[in-house]
């Protein structure tokens, strides 16, 4: 195996989930660097067991020392979900951005935990055709100018499964049954979305597999009784369902529960990567899709028309600067700092139906609200609007179009 090209750290903190690709990565790491190894895992609501992890680092000789396994579900939704659903961000219109999000939190962990260890690198599994790549090294370089970053699936040969498994027997690192033969897909996870690509996934021209869906009710064989739900809001994050104060990770968790039961926040996409090519995958995002519905929906009374119309303009670049990686760049953070602005009075209570894979506002109400009945009734307005006063209104902003009609008829003649 040639010589790794990043010059030798002396000890790394790596991006660990305990599956079989991470674990190769931490010998590998032993055993072309000679380096210590310390491992975070990020306890992110991806619905596994983290205690094997532990166990697996422990067997391929981390120091309990060196083994972080975090529950940081509550900073991830508050600090990072939050702040994102304010914007109502939405990567091409479509993907709600569920792994993107992620990875700044990931990034940020790794390097608070290579100063707390004395450590000068950090390591991840992401591969040299992704963009998690680049958000994880973009969100590092960001933190600490001076860390090493490594990423062993650009530096070594291991460039087949048949080549992962061979080193991993070399090596004594366990392989369940199931890794010894192709995976029919590649599957990330967290509190917010799963993301599903690869494999049977690749052509674009095939319907997904049923089996691919791991969150949510086939829209199809959900209930065939709608269910109504009230989200309540402050200052544009979400604080309680049905009257019921929860924290933002049991929040998210609440709305994930309702929205897969309903079949609710399935995406088929075909997207365009950073890294310049197109992949295709497959999307479940049950409880963000009834937030970011539910957002909307108490904006709708309490957002200034002017206000609005400027965050949906500046939405997709907020979007975009998350999907690449740029979470930690001031661009993002002056978007954010004019988004939570706009949300000040963005206060109150909206009400969902849920039904076949749909979710719609039906209902919301606030004591912030900028509708005003009297004005837009058609019924007597008792004199709260004077309808009279729309035709000066019209002829002003008529005045440039009526003089570009002139000069073209004029011309013409």
């Known amino acids: 195996m040639p010589a790794p090209r990043t010059p030798a750290p ?28 310390v491992t975070f895992t ?73 100063e707390a260890t004395g450590a ?11 963009n998690d790549q680049v958000r994880f090294e973009l969100s590092a370089y960001a933190l600490n100018p001076d860390i090493k970053v490594i990423a062993p699936w650009r530096e070594w040969d291991l460039s087949s499964r048949t080549r992962l498994i061979e080193f991993a027997e070399a090596h004594q690192i366990p392989i369940a049954k199931d890794k010894r033969g192709e ?15 690869g494999k049977v996934l690749e052509d674009p021209a095939e319907d997904a597999p049923d ?30 369902i049905n009257g019921q104060a929860l924290s933002p990770a049991a929040l998210l968790t609440r709305l994930n529960d309702l929205g897969g039961k309903h079949g609710c926040g399935r995406l088929d996409l075909v997207e365009g990567r950073f890294v310049g090519m197109k992949s295709r995958g497959i999307y479940e995002t049950p409880g963000g899709t009834l937030l970011l519905e539910a957002h909307r929906g108490i904006e709708q ?15 997709p670049r907020y979007a975009e600067l998350i999907y690449n990686g740029f979470w930690f760049s001031p661009e993002r953070e002056m978007l954010q700092a004019a988004i939570d602005h706009s949300q000040q ?14 979710a719609r506002t039906v209902g919301r109400w606030s004591d912030h609200s900028l509708y005003s009945e009297a004005h837009v009734t058609f019924e007597d307005d008792a004199g709260a609007y004077d309808q009279k006063d729309a035709e000066g209104f019209i002829k002003l902003n008529a005045l440039r179009l009526k003089l570009l009609a002139a000069r073209d008829r004029r011309l013409k003649t």
């Open 301 to 315: 009374i309490t957002l200034d028309r002017g206000a609005g119309h400027l965050k949906d303009e500046l939405m």
């Open 120 to 130: 000068d690198a950090v390591a991840h599994g992401a591969t040299g055709k992704g």
């Open 10 to 37: 002396r000890k790394v903190v790596l991006a660990y989930s305990g599956g079989l690709d991470t674990s190769i990565i931490l010998k590998w790491l032993q055993v072309e660097y000679g380096c210590e190894v």
């Open 211 to 240: 089996y691919v869906y791991q969150r949510t009710t086939n829209p199809e064989d959900a209930p065939e009784t709608p269910e109504y739900i009230e989200i309540g809001f402050e200052r544009g994050d979400a604080v309680s």
């Open 42 to 114: 990020a306890d992110l609501g991806q619905g596994e067991e983290l205690d094997p992890a532990r166990k697996k680092a422990e067997l391929l000789g981390i120091k309990p020392d060196n083994i972080y396994i975090e529950d940081v579900r509550e900073e991830f939704v508050r600090d990072f979900v939050f702040p994102m659903f304010r914007a109502n961000a939405v990567y091409e219109g479509l993907y709600l951005l569920g792994t993107s999000i992620a990875r700044p939190l990931i990034s940020k962990r790794l390097v608070e935990i290579a």
């Open 183 to 197: 995976a029919p897909f590649s599957v990330d996870a967290n509190l917010l979305h799963t993301s599903s690509e």
């Open 345 to 358: 009075h963005v206060t109150g209570t909206v009400r969902l139906k849920l039904y076949k894979g749909s």
